[in-house]
């Protein structure tokens, strides 16, 4: 069992930043995929980004240029820099870990952007 730990949501306004932070409770190394998805009101759950074990990114073609993914093996943690923020990027946001035991979710941060 993966426990996921989120933070770092919150209410700007559009064009300001965030960074969500999302703690697991294992090793990164243990980790395949992990990332981040959102709920937006009346739609279905996107992808927004995740990084892979060794590194590589990517990204929802929405978020690309505004978003960054990074990881933190050290602290086990998995950061989500999101820049530019618009009224479209409020939602709950959901991380996940994925390895071959299943995959994991934390209980989502809300971003609301709103003037």
């Known amino acids: 069992q993966v426990q996921l730990v989120e933070s770092g949501g919150g209410l700007v306004q559009p064009g300001e930043s965030l960074r969500l932070s999302c703690t697991a409770s294992?090793?990164?190394?243990?980790?395949?995929?992990m990332g981040w998805y959102r709920q937006r009101p009346g739609k279905q759950r996107e992808m927004v980004a995740f990084t892979k074990r060794y590194g590589s990114h990517n990204y929802a073609d929405s978020v690309k240029g505004r978003f960054t993914i990074s990881r933190d093996n050290v602290n086990n943690t998995v950061y989500l820099e999101m820049n530019s923020l618009t009224f479209e990027d409020t939602a709950l946001y959901l991380c996940f870990a994925d390895n071959s035991r299943g995959t994991y979710w934390g209980q989502g941060t809300q971003v609301t952007v709103s003037s």
């Open positions: 294992i090793s990164l190394f243990s980790i395949d995929t």
